[in-house]
């Protein structure tokens, strides 16, 4: 016996511009925060050939409900409240750009810092009461660990640990630029990843990683209008004396270490996600140890999932 089902009964496939805006609103739901048409257009995995095809496709989505608009934002919700704390984060921001600035010129006068840039909430423009300001910051070869260490010890003694304003959570190596999680969570951090210092190891980042701008295929690469300062005395005399054999003595033991207390310390992890999460190589030290990648990405798919069964819809997401 066959069951026929009625037009109506089926789920409504989204063409590609609809499904494109919509994946930009669920991905940025998840942080609640609502975007403007503009930006989800800029992240969205569809190319889009004028203002008017995006509009068209986000009144789509409105006149099915399954967007709202408030004001000049797009959401999932028709919540005031969520708009109200996007622009409240986003004058918050502004007001510690500034800080931002100093701290990460402060970093670049460290031994074999090549690189300091902003990642995080901060480089999407918003910060409250509970972020940080998360630096992604890329080092001389060979000498990440040493590099990490004397920047934890700064952080540890003139900070008292205070990670707020100061949370080094990703090194690189300028020797190995390309970012390994080929994945939506790792691309949207390389497209907002917010330079400064080192424009050109910078610019180098972004040839060694084009596959996030395929993501975003309508997004433009940031420019680049750092003016750019010479090592003081101090930092080339200390990169000179650890130049050598001793300074590779140096950033071994800070590997070993450093590597053996995050093993003691995040041992009822999962060895696949202390791999991801904690990625230790002599090239790379990344300390995510809350897994915020795996969340954000589950979270997302629930999301979509949700999405169709509510508004009995099919789009990909995968």
């Not at 609809?18 to 942080?31: M, N, P, T």
């Not at 930006?39 to 789509?60: I, N, Y």
């Not at 995050?262 to 202390?274: G, I, L, V």
């Amino acid at each position: 016996m066959q069951v026929a089902y009625s037009q109506s009964d089926l789920p409504r496939p989204l063409n590609r511009e609809e499904a494109a805006l919509l994946k930009a609103l669920v991905y940025f739901d998840i942080f609640r925060y609502p975007l403007t048409l503009s930006e989800m257009v800029q992240f969205a995995p569809e190319k889009f050939h004028s203002p008017e095809a995006a509009e068209l496709a986000a009144r789509g989505l409105e006149t099915s409900f399954i967007i709202k608009r408030v004001g000049e934002f797009w959401s999932l919700h028709h919540d005031y409240a969520m708009v109200t704390r996007r622009l409240k984060g986003n004058s918050m921001a502004e007001d510690v750009n500034g800080k931002a600035q100093r701290m990460s010129a402060f970093m670049h006068k460290f031994p074999f810092v090549r690189s300091v840039n902003i990642s995080g909430s901060l480089s999407k423009n918003y910060f409250d009461a509970g972020t940080d300001i998360d630096y992604f910051i890329i080092t001389a070869p060979d000498r990440i660990w040493l590099c990490r260490t004397l920047l934890a010890l700064y952080k540890k003694i003139f900070l008292l640990n205070r990670r707020k304003y100061f949370c080094i959570n990703y090194f690189i190596s300028s020797e190995e630029l390309d970012i390994p999680d080929k994945n939506l969570f790792a691309a949207t951090e390389i497209l907002t990843l917010r330079n400064m210092t080192g424009s050109d190891i910078y610019a180098r980042f972004l040839e060694h990683n084009q596959w996030a701008f395929l993501h975003f295929p309508n997004a433009e690469k940031g420019s680049i209008t750092i003016a750019e300062k010479k090592d003081g005395w101090l930092k080339r005399r200390l990169e000179t004396m650890l130049s050598g054999k001793m300074g590779q003595r140096l950033d071994d033991a800070c590997f070993r270490l450093t590597f053996a207390f995050w093993q003691r310390k995040f041992s009822y992890m999962r060895q696949s996600e202390f791999k991801v999460n904690l990625r230790s190589k002599k090239q790379v030290s990344k300390h995510h140890p809350q897994g915020f990648q795996f969340k954000v990405m589950q979270a997302f798919e629930e999301r979509c999932r949700r999405l169709e069964q509510q508004y009995n819809i099919l789009f990909p997401h995968e």
